[in-house]
Every structure is written in C-alpha cells, then in structure tokens.
C-alpha cells in the first residue's frame, strides 16, 4: 500500500488532515514527562500504557526509531470551551476510537506499526492495572504522546497542521508508525 493511500484511508477515517513523514523528524523532548508525572489525568501508575508503566523517555524513543515514517493524524473539532475538560475528554475520546479503527485497517491491510494516541489508553472501562492484573489486550495498548515525549507542538509545525485553535475549538493528534527498520 503506498503512503497516498494510507492518507486517504485516513481521511475516509474521519481525520481532518493526514500527512507522512519520516520518523527522524519527531522531536523529542524528555521534560515532557512532568505533564504525565503531574497525574492531572489520574493513570500516572494506574494504566499500562502511561508512566512510569509504559517506560522511561529513553525507552519510549527508542520504540519510535525501530520505524523509518510516521503518519500523523488531525482532527479539529468544536467545543464551548478549551477549559471545558469533560467535553474535550469526549473529543479526545472520539479521536483515539478513529486512531484505533484505523490501526486496525492497516493491521488487516498488512501495515504493521505502532500506534501513538491523544490521551491515555482506554481499550477498558477499568484498566487492568488498578486491579493489579495482566493488560487485557497487549497488542492494542497504546500510549499517548506525552509519554513518549513527543513535541506535538513542532510535529504540527513539521506537518504544517495548527496546533492551537482558539478557545472553541480543539485539534488532537495521534500518530501510526509504521516501516518497521529490520536489524
């Protein structure tokens, strides 16, 4: 399947803008880990796919490099207000189920990657974590962007998609690695 396709699968998807890119170009930035460390979300420990659970900085970049591209995924959508967390959780929330179809598309197309989402995994009601148990679906946990400390901000400069959309609107951003670099 070539990239155009992927892009459009994307767009079919419900994603406002799709763009491929190589993987050398994400920026990383460790200090971004504070955002997961201040637990303001609450699954710092508490999900698989977030911190300290999902891996150090170090680790988390070192996933991303096992791939040579990266397509990253928009959607702008609108709400009352950028404060209004319970409706922006509802957008983000929306947007990762588009991620996650998708990832889904490219796995049975043969495009095998790795996902990166706009919040935290929530795949379950109550992640396993919290009981203590084993992930109930290892092969679909993704983490989010602040734990692999990935500068969404010079992403979407990279990508030349708006990153900061007013006070009634929200753009979220996930990412599909995908060129799996063999060693």
């Not at 092969?139 to 998609?161: G, N, P, T, W």
Request: aromatic share 8%; proline share 4%.
């Amino acid at each position: 399947m070539e990239e155009n396709d992927m892009i459009q699968m994307a767009l079919d998807a419900g994603f406002l803008h799709a763009k491929v890119m190589d993987q050398s170009d994400l920026m990383f930035d460790s200090e971004l880990r504070r955002y997961c460390e201040a637990n303001t979300c609450g699954n710092f420990g508490a999900n698989y796919a977030c911190p300290p659970d999902c891996g150090t900085p170090g680790e988390m970049e070192a996933k991303t490099r096992k791939y040579k591209k990266a397509l990253v995924l928009q959607t702008i959508q609108q709400v009352d207000s950028v404060m209004d967390e319970a409706q922006i959780k509802e957008v983000r929330r929306a947007h990762n189920l588009i991620s996650l179809s998708l990832t889904d598309q490219f796995r049975k197309a043969g495009i095998h990657g790795l996902p990166v989402m706009a919040g935290p995994c929530s795949l379950c009601a109550v992640c396993a974590r919290k009981q203590e148990e084993p992930c109930h679906f290892p092969e679909r946990v993704a983490s989010c962007l602040s734990a692999y400390c990935i500068d969404a901000y010079r992403m979407a400069q990279e990508c030349e998609m708006d990153y900061w959309c007013g006070e009634d609107k929200v753009a979220f951003f996930s990412i599909y690695l995908f060129d799996e670099v063999l060693d």
